[in-house]
């Protein structure tokens, strides 16, 4: 519960932060040739076992970026020395541009 | 071997080119046969070797025989017969030209068939996959030098997985009878010591007694859990040889297998039922319905959730207390964490972070308990490393999971008071309220980039089992999403994944497995990894020959996928050139026409399809194929995973 806790202020803190502006149009095209998409789906969308879900509605801008330079999970690290600032959030202006899909319920093949 | 005082009908030491039977020859021949090698060396005169050396230098067209009617091989299609074998799968080889033809002429080319195969490792896959449904080993044939290698990874694969091969390899061990030329460099002194390393038993006949003891006794060790793949070399020799009097054939009896001690399984029953928040990891373990019945018997009894690390079926993933979904969360809070044929144990309950410093951390609770159930422990060997780090156990039995589940469930039972009962059915109503919202967080995870091109894995799944769930299916195939979203609960609908994860294994057990299906009526589908196939196609031409109803639905995802990870881990740990993981890592430029593949050899092929809604049409086409007996294939541009 602690550790909810710690997380949840942490996220919100981050909240208040608003995301820089950035290139949605080119931020995909780095989510791709970063190799962002291996793990996490070319839609952003997460991998079973490889990375999790992105976009739409991205986590806050600053814990993203700084998940990216310092993982403490299992990702590989992006560090500014490969991938500016800019770079970031430009990939960041692709993920806030993901569309949410339909409702599950509009979905029939995935109420059967 | 047949007693002294008559003729020997084993090993003959007359080579199988230079046997000529002239009357005076032959009693020689047969004579020389009960020799003892050293008597002959001492009265060389005397000798068979001699008399037909004699004769070869001047054979006589009106002594010399050319035919015989009962070559040793036939003898070793009634020890194969005997032994049940359905299909022989093998690439044709002429060091057991001899045995391929008794099994098609002598043996009537039924019990076993002869499915003919494009390479040995998919020979070997094959049967991998067959026996997985089919709960016992198939027999494959290969040259015992070039075959061998070709097999030997699949062989591997295998071995890792605890699955029965039954292999049986061609050699002309005397040197003096071999062909000149490719038969030397197809003979070997000691053949299997290529995969002795990965076999669980191997033996080279010299007597046609002697192989069908022996043939006896590697399909006995086989089927002997661990079960492993057992190999037999025949002699050229003696298989071309003629056979004088039939061997005896042994008497088939299989060992039951191994079952956890009493005082143990008394242990471990007695922690299960004092936990409160038990746990079972299932991983090797329920491969028959009993097996799947067994566990869901002291699952229900204990209240206790399930996790499944699918290398078999293990249990119905609709079950309230299939609990995979929620396996981080669960094994961080267990008291107790029983391990059943769990593969990596010291994985299941530990973190290793693949950065520059491997660092470890628990998963668990400073005073979890764990008990582990393997039938692994009883035939571990060394130089490959597939046995994984040493976890730390309280409770360690040698034996088979799902002979042992009994015993366990009922020593449970025994424990149980009317306490306990309720407690446990009240943890098993969170447990499945809980699992409710798992499934519903997943469908909602399933439906982004529903509409994506490349096509999600997610959705291609869905499309598939909208198509399959009203028929009797066995997903022949290792693959995430139908894991979660659909719903199995027969033995042979899952039959986990490669064992030693050596790629090109994946469509060659498809195949091996809808062999095994066919006879049942089941449809087989195959969700087939694209660098998989690549490996092995010539499989889409054996399934059509053969008419195997299979529908294989390509994972297309133009890569070898997991090295374009890894690859992309190395350039961001050294900070360089981060944007070059796709170079020797991906199949496109030019992108492979899977369809057109599968056409080329007699499969009927859809697509490539790269828009999902063009998905459905198109299973529903293939479907119609596999339902009238034929192999299709529909190929499906997708996300990466």
Redesign the interface.
Known sequence: MRLFLIAFITIALFAQAPAPAGNAQNGRKLFESYGCYQCHGREAQGGLGTGPRLGPKPLPFVAVQKYLRQPTGQMPPYTAKVVSDKDVTDIYAFLQSVKQPPPVKDIPLLNN | MASSSKPSFGRQNVGRRNFLKGTATGAAALAAGVKPARAQQSEPARSATAAVATQEKDPSPSVEVLTADHPGSDFMVDVIKALGFDYIFANPGSSFRGLHESVVNYGGNKSPEFLTCCHEESSVAMAHGYAKIEGKPTCVLAHGTVGLQHASMAIYNAYVDRVPVFMIIGNTLDAATRRPGVEWAHSVQDAAILVRDFTKWDDAPVSLQHFAESAVRAYKMAMTPPTMPVLLVADGDLQESPMRERPHIPKITLASPPQGDSGAVAQAARMLVDAENPVIVADRCARTPQGLKALIELAETLGAPVINQYGRMNFPSAHRLNQTERSRALIANADVILGLEVWDFWGTINNL???VQRTTRPLTKPNTKMIAISATDLNTKSNYQDFQRFPDLDVSMAADSEATLPALTEACKRLLTGDRKRNFEDRASKLAEARQQAR?RL??????????S?I??A?MA??I??QI?DKDWSLVSNN??PQ??WSFDKHYQYIGGAGGAGVGYGAPAALGAAVANKKYGRLSINIQNDGDLMYAPGVLWTSAHHSIPLLSVMHNNRAY?QE??HL??M???H??G??T?EIGTTIKNPNIDYAAMARSMGVHGEGPITDPKDLAPALKRALEVVARGEPALVDVVT???
């Open positions: 972070r693949d950065q519903e469908r909602t995870e399933a439906s982004y980039a529903w509409d994506a490349p999600s894995t959705r869905m499309e089992w909208a769930k995430a999403w979660r979203l996928h374009v990870m992309q881990r350039a961001n740990r900070q360089r981060i944007t993981a996300q990466p995973r």
